[in-house]
């Protein structure tokens, strides 16, 4: 079918200018058509579960749809939905949690632009760590604030230093957003850390967006959240969902869990903007929550075996250095050993080695340096990509 070709200049808002993008899927993209002229790919770029959803999750979704969930919602979520998210953070952050408290969301990211948009005008500032997920920094400039990047260090295992954060604390700081588990690094913050960075923070008027998307993917260690310190029980966000720990990327289940005031407020957002999230998913993430979590432990279990195979194969190629992650999956190796600049060589591994990755730079300027393989993958493929990541690296370094 022929494009049809507009006869009028496109006039976008400034705003538009502003919006980043999800590396990600721009490289799948180009995987694909690589995948579409016959060449082997193997896909190490996406963040992705490679489970299938458990089937008592699917038979819980699909059971819903036979019974008629397939209505609006409130905007906040259903009860049963939110009442078993606030027993299940309430037991895991060591909190006191009301349903009240609960906003569900189609996804994660919702989560991250509505509290941005609730709660940052234009010249307020947003702490936000680099390298890091995307969308932080490009919803932040997209609502007219100011993004401000704490950089996270090889040398602290991906973590960043008290006075790092307190350096870019000004009169105009209205959030900070921490992420852990992390995405790109696979670096967690333990509660040493979360207590210095309350510390640092004081009491000060700032809100805490905590990213822990990946809270059940922990390899090392148990999971810490600043929510569970008194004095931030009011002043987090935590974001959470379903996409990670149960395998439903594609099911759009997320929620944040914030005071309910503010809570009233993103919920008036989904209002305008997705009405609800769709009924059926939700009744299938109640039985997520309260059914069988065997599926969370094997899961995390095979990310562990895999994790080993990667980072030891990346260790004894040419020019990368790579940590062990503690948690999420994702290993960053560092790649300056090579010569290349992070977007140059993950470039030439997709289109040279048949590896699809993603620059450091992806996720910020800090990123540069490093690449980015998610581990959302069999063992055997991880092996194969380890061989054609040596062998490029045999003859081109």
């Known amino acids: 079918m022929a494009t049809v070709q507009a006869t009028r200049p496109l006039k976008l808002a400034r705003r538009m200018q502003r919006l980043g993008t999800e590396t990600a899927f721009e490289v799948l993209v180009r995987a694909r058509a690589l995948q579409a002229q016959g060449k082997d790919i193997v896909h190490l770029e996406i963040g992705e579960p490679d489970f299938d959803t458990p089937s008592n999750v699917v038979d819980a979704g699909v059971k819903a749809l036979r019974g008629g969930w397939t209505h609006y919602g409130p905007s906040a979520g259903l009860p049963a939905l939110r009442e078993g998210i606030a027993q299940y953070v309430s037991a895991t952050r060591r909190v006191n949690i009301s349903p009240d408290e609960v906003v569900v969301v189609p996804g994660g990211k919702p989560i991250i632009f509505f509290v941005i948009l609730a709660l940052a005008d234009e010249g307020d500032e947003v702490i936000y760590p680099n390298p890091g997920f995307p969308i932080y920094e490009s919803m932040v400039n997209f609502v007219g604030a100011k993004a401000v990047p704490v950089p996270l260090r090889e040398d602290r295992a991906f973590g960043?230093?008290?006075?790092?954060?307190?350096?870019?604390?000004?009169?105009?700081?209205?959030?900070?957003?921490?992420?852990?588990?992390?995405?790109?690094?696979?670096?967690?913050?333990?509660?040493?850390?979360?207590?210095?960075?309350?510390?640092?923070?004081?009491?000060?008027?700032?809100?805490?967006?905590?990213?822990?998307?990946?809270?059940?993917?922990?390899?090392?260690?148990?999971?810490?959240?600043?929510?569970?310190?008194?004095?931030?029980?009011?002043?987090?966000?935590?974001?959470?969902?379903?996409?990670?720990?149960?395998?439903?990327?594609?099911?759009?289940?997320?929620?944040?869990?914030?005071?309910?005031?503010?809570?009233?407020?993103?919920?008036?957002?989904?209002?305008?903007?997705?009405?609800?999230?769709?009924?059926?998913?939700?009744?299938?993430?109640?039985?997520?929550?309260?059914?069988?979590?065997?599926?969370?432990?094997?899961?995390?279990?095979?990310?562990?075996?895999?994790?080993?195979v990667m980072v030891n194969g990346l260790n004894a190629i040419k020019g990368f250095r790579c940590l062990k992650p503690k948690g999420a999956f994702y290993v960053f190796p560092n790649v300056e050993g090579t010569g290349w600049s992070s977007k140059k060589l993950a470039d030439a591994l997709l289109e040279q080695a048949g590896v699809a990755c993603l620059s450091g730079t992806s996720f910020g300027s800090y990123g540069e340096g490093f690449i980015r393989f998610s581990i959302a993958n069999s063992i055997e493929n991880i092996e194969k990509a380890l061989i054609r990541i040596s062998q490029w690296a045999h003859k081109n370094l």
């Open 160 to 308: 960043f230093s008290a006075q790092d954060l307190a350096d870019r604390i000004t009169e105009r700081t209205k959030l900070i957003i921490l992420n852990s588990p992390h995405n790109p690094t696979g670096g967690v913050l333990d509660e040493k850390e979360i207590r210095e960075i309350a510390r640092v923070i004081g009491q000060r008027d700032i809100l805490v967006l905590s990213d822990e998307i990946y809270s059940r993917l922990i390899f090392e260690g148990e999971h810490f959240s600043i929510m569970s310190i008194p004095e931030f029980r009011d002043r987090t966000v935590l974001l959470d969902g379903f996409s990670k720990t149960y395998a439903m990327t594609g099911w759009r289940l997320g929620y944040g869990v914030m005071r309910s005031d503010l809570a009233q407020q993103v919920s008036r957002l989904m209002t305008n903007s997705n009405s609800c999230t769709a009924s059926f998913t939700q009744m299938a993430g109640v039985e997520a929550l309260i059914g069988d979590q065997s599926s969370v432990d094997r899961m995390v279990a095979e990310f562990r075996r895999r994790r080993e």
